[in-house]
């Protein structure tokens, strides 16, 4: 049986999470922001859009997302899968090439970008099993 979320409310609260594991992490956090390539995920089975950039001069964190596609920046890289995917994909289960190529995930904008964040945001997969693990174990996988 595959690992579900139980509701769109849920994504919600696991995603930010995820973001501010990323955000949070001294590593992580400052090399996403130098990196600066925004993104826009759509969690198609939720009817779900959030889309994330570096914080700006001023903003607090390294991270800023908004559950919206009303903001004031355009995504350097849109992507689109499910929310089983995504869940897969952050506890290091899903390989993105492969996902893409099987179109689990359908992507537009510049890939390359976004896979020069893999190796970055690689240290977040141990923190969000050890989370599902703490407070979600219903995703596992």
Known sequence: MAASFESAREVRDVIDEVFRMMDADPDMGPRLRDADCPQR???????????????RQGEDG?????????????????????SEVANRYFQGKENVAMAVARRRIKTSGDMKAALALIPITKPVYAQYRDYVERERPHLKV
């Open 41 to 55: 995920f759509e969690f198609d089975d939720f009817d779900l859009v959030v889309n994330i950039r570096a914080a």
């Open 62 to 82: 390294n991270l800023h997302w908004e559950w919206s596609d009303d903001v004031d920046w355009e995504p350097r890289v849109k992507m689109t899968m499910s």
